[in-house]
């Protein structure tokens, strides 16, 4: 009965920083996804170009740039790209290991 017990409550405190990972990393890709595309408004802006020139560029309506600009937008990655390149800029992918589990260890 003592090891049934032992193993639920290990079970239970496993499943519980499991969740606090998942918790966690999804945080951590909505900041990184929101942050990305605030880093390419600002190249747009630093480059100069209104939403104007780059809808003109890229063939789409004005509106369609505001869209994609949003920050709750989920622009497809070669709209990404070609918005990358109307405004002179390069988009490099970076994927590496979430630690937050680390994190989620730490608080269990």
Do not use: T
Not at 15 to 22: D, I, L, N, V, Y
Not at 34 to 60: C, P, Q, T
Request: positive net charge; proline residues 3%.
């Amino acid at each position: 009965m003592a090891v049934d017990l032992l193993n639920l409550v290990s079970g239970l405190l496993g499943w519980r920083r499991a969740q606090a990972a998942g918790r966690a990393l999804s945080a951590q890709l909505a900041a990184n996804r929101n942050a990305f595309k605030a880093d390419l408004v600002r190249a747009r802006e630093d480059a100069g170009l209104s939403r104007e020139d780059v809808a003109e560029r890229l063939g789409v309506s004005v509106e369609h740039i505001a869209r994609f600009e949003d920050p709750k937008a989920n622009p497809r990655l070669q709209m990404i790209c070609s918005y990358a390149h109307a405004i002179g800029a390069i988009v490099a992918f970076d994927v590496r290991p979430f630690e937050g589990d680390k994190v989620a260890k730490q608080a269990g």
